[in-house]
């Protein structure tokens, strides 16, 4: 089944640094890769999703990039916001969508002002 | 258009009892997954279903686990005999269609004492 290794697991930058968290997968049929946010005791939230046909995706401050032959995909953060503080998940699916997901462990990101 | 609903929210069972967890997808969404993360953790896809069919079921337990999704009326994951490791947050998301994005309700977190 798919492996899904999320670095670093802890993360803390200065308010207005750029934040980079980065996933490997090891599945090389997964073609969907999504990204939660989730605040403390609060549901997933899709931030920004990137399927394996395109390399970047970028939704305003948020992007992420994506390597099919590496098998790795980031997410980059720029003008970190103290309301950026949260735990990031990234995942990966070879049905194109939410079927048989398979997430990161997580990283806690710390915005500090 | 309400969002995935979840009930209930927390829910305490003690060891032995049956846990019952409800899901309302998305109005128009008729795919349905649950996803158990434990504390510190990512989450795990545990079952895909769709209106009276169980798609995937490949990450659900072989025992004392089941879910059902009616053709009337939400989504239930079924827990019998609880023991103190089934306490987790249990989350259930929704799509319109296979391989589109998900939507997370809240979650019920379930506590085994």
């Known amino acids: 089944g798919e492996n899904v290794e999320q670095h670093p697991s802890t993360l803390s930058v200065q308010e207005g640094d750029s934040a980079v968290i980065k996933c490997t997968y090891s599945?090389?049929?997964?073609?969907?890769f999504p990204w939660y946010k989730q605040e403390l005791g609060k549901r997933p939230q899709l931030i920004i999703d990137?399927?394996?046909?395109?390399g970047e995706k970028k939704d305003q401050r948020i992007a992420v990039t994506l390597n099919k032959t590496a098998k790795h995909f980031s997410l980059h953060i720029t003008e970190t916001q103290p309301e950026d503080s949260a735990v990031y998940f990234c995942?990966?699916?070879?049905?194109?969508?939410?079927?048989?997901?398979?997430f990161g462990k997580g990283t806690h990101l710390i915005i500090q002002p | 258009n309400a969002g995935v609903m979840q009930n209930p929210r927390h829910l305490v069972r003690r060891r032995g009892q049956e846990a019952r967890l409800r899901c309302s997808p998305m109005?128009?969404?008729?795919?349905v997954y649950w996803y158990r993360q434990l504390p510190e953790e990512g989450l795990k896809f545990m079952v895909y279903?769709?209106?009276?069919?169980?798609?995937?079921e490949s990450g659900m337990p072989k025992e004392r686990f089941s879910a059902e999704f009616p053709k009337e009326g939400p989504s239930i994951l079924r827990i019998q005999q609880v023991v103190r490791g089934d306490s987790a947050a249990y989350f259930c998301?929704?799509?319109?269609?296979?391989?589109?994005?998900?939507?997370f309700g809240q979650g019920t977190r379930l506590t085994v004492v």
């Open positions: 279903l769709q209106k009276e069919n169980i798609i995937d």
């Open positions: 990137i399927r394996s046909n395109v």
């Open positions: 599945d090389s049929a997964s073609n969907y």
């Open positions: 998301a929704s799509s319109p269609r296979q391989g589109t994005e998900a939507f």
């Open positions: 109005k128009g969404h008729s795919h």
């Open positions: 995942a990966a699916s070879p049905g194109g969508g939410a079927d048989g997901l398979t």
